[in-house]
């Protein structure tokens, strides 16, 4: 399965809809779907991006010349609300609903623990720098900008939680990517060597990652040494892994916490647009499974596991209960 | 990411089909169970078959006519289901009938004392490059003694580029020409450490290929490769170690050629290729030819696809043969 591929896509809504005994119609030209059941019917947008390593970019409901990835079908129109496009408007949701996140320094000088920075309203580069130990920040970051937020650096899995109206439905977990020495070959080329595309690695990322554990691009990392390169979720350096992990964390604390998070972040969307909306939730586990969340993205990449709960939501189909037994498992 | 490639991508395949019924004042339905289109135009109507692709779990990929479960990217739509014919079954076949009717072919021995040149060894029946050996520089290969498998033969080793020519009946329409992936060397770095800086990453490569093409340059994978000297990593048709556009852009460089001779040689062998498939399958038919494009511009022919996947370009000559007027009745 490939979360951006039009054949699974396809695959996954027309198995969705028939198990529902719901019909669908793919128009040609426009790659938009009507679904409909005996009384009613939904026109579903296709979502179409550029690729970039980093995670899709240049979004748009029509293929365009540089499109190359699928992002999925969504229930018109696309929904936001602030929590999920202003970090500091996240962090402030999550102080006032007790979830765990970061910390967050509003001066440089008050950083007194590794931080990583960010921007405040994440644009299409999806700027991150880091991490940093206090006091070394470089220069070049120090500037002082209104649309940057310093933020307390957790080490940990990456993971992002795929909700639709509230109700957990996929999770990925990513470790961070990292390189492996042989003791005959420098940084610059182990790192190249993990990337589809020179053209694609984030070098500034890489080299933050290696001056925080005291490395750097030219030197020779010893035969077995591990070096993480990048903090990111989503980059070039990211070796392929499972895309649903949900039903391993299931009977976890991890789980027991996106469970907890899905209606709080829910009610983040405004009453009158809530229904009906996809939303993802990023964060870190840390040693100690915790969460700490870093950021909620509403509406734009629809996962293709989630069409059976849209397509219930739309037609007020119930979703089933558990048995007991299974439940019990 | 072969799902985003621009010939796998299913997207830019709806959109080439879309312009083309633009073109015809058609319009077209797809079933989303099987992906098949049908398509209404000029008082006609006509299905096209969805062929997708796959990574099975026994490793390769692999081609399916239905829209599994595990399928990943999209291979392409042709009007019919499958066709195959005997010269796409065999390589042997096919260069045998290439040869006699004019159509430039690598040479072909049975035995081992018999070669003439730096060969490879392949099978007659295989698919997707697999059961390759190679190269062997001919006077090792005359020396061994090697008794072929059933099946097997030796074919001569061309230095070029990699061509892969779509056919729609005897029309060359898309052309593909992809360099031999080499490395160079530094004096420091051994040459699986070069392979290993171009390969595609998280995937290993076969070692096994990569020895033997270095064996036959003299080289060795855990052996420094001096400054400057460049090798030649892979022969096949996009394996590991062809290099990733960050764009995944349309590859079809046809009308590049569109003045040269290789486009003549192209459309001459086209009838050729053409005439060999049986008349019971010959029309309407959409097949790719693999050939190396040697140091002469000449393209010299390996094998005939009958089951290809479908590069996006091929749908605008396609859909105007399958919708073509009907020549004026006889008064």
Known sequence: MSTMSLVTHLRRLTVSAKALGLHTQLDVASLRVEVSGTDRYFELEPEFATFDPRGPREFSHRMLPKSRVFTGWRHAPRKSCAVSSDKRAFMAFCARNDVRTPRAFARFSEANTNVVIKQVVPGDRGLIRGPFAPGRIPADCLRPSADLILQEFVAGHMLEAWYWDGRLFAVEIHNRPHIVGDGITRVRELIACNSLNPDWIDWVAAEDALRFQGASLDMVLASGRELAVDLRFASALQPPQPENVLNTVIGTPVHEQLLQAGPVFFSAIAQPIRRHTQFVLGAIIDSQQRLWFTDMTTDLRIHPEGYDLMLRGLFGIPVPVPAPAAMAS | ?331
């Open chain 2, 1 to 331: 990411m072969l799902w985003m490639t621009y010939h796998c991508n299913w997207f830019i395949h709806f959109e080439a089909v879309s312009k083309c019924l633009a073109q015809l004042a058609g319009r077209a339905t797809c079933n989303m169970e099987t992906g098949a289109l049908e398509i209404r135009a000029r008082g006609r109507k006509v299905e096209l078959f969805a062929q997708f692709g796959l990574f099975p779990p026994t490793g390769g990929i692999a081609y399916a006519q239905a829209l599994l479960d595990n399928a990943l990217f999209f291979i392409g739509w042709r009007p019919y289901r499958s066709r195959v014919w005997p010269l796409s079954f065999d390589k042997r076949s096919f260069k045998a009938f290439c040869s006699a009717n004019g159509v430039a072919v690598p040479r072909l021995w049975m035995r081992s004392e018999d070669v003439e040149a730096d060969v490879l060894v392949k099978r007659g029946v295989s698919s997707f490059s697999e059961g390759i050996s190679g190269p062997y520089a001919v006077a090792a290969a005359k020396s061994s003694g090697r008794v072929l498998a059933q099946g097997e033969f030796f074919e001569e080793f061309i230095h070029g580029d990699i061509i892969k020519v779509w056919y729609w009946n005897a029309a060359p329409v898309c052309l593909e020409v992809l360099p031999m992936p080499t490395v160079i060397g530094d004096g420091t770095h051994t040459l699986r450490q070069l392979i290993r800086g171009i390969k595609i990453p998280h995937i290993d490569c076969d070692w096994q290929a990569c020895q033997a093409i270095a064996e036959y340059q003299g080289l060795t994978l855990d052996g420094v490769v001096p400054q400057g000297q460049r090798a030649v990593v892979e022969f096949r048709y996009q394996s590991l170690l062809h290099p990733v556009n960050s764009e995944f852009p349309n590859t079809n460089v046809l009308a590049k050629f569109a003045t040269t001779p290789l486009m003549e040689q192209l459309r001459s062998s086209g009838e050729v290729f053409w005439r060999g498939i049986p008349e019971a399958v010959r029309q309407d038919t959409l097949y790719t030819v693999d050939g190396i494009l040697d140091r002469t511009g000449t393209a010299r022919f390996l094998e005939i696809n009958s089951n290809p996947a479908a590069h996006p370009d091929v749908y605008q000559p396609m859909l105007q043969g399958l919708f073509a007027e009907a020549p004026a009745c006889p008064q």
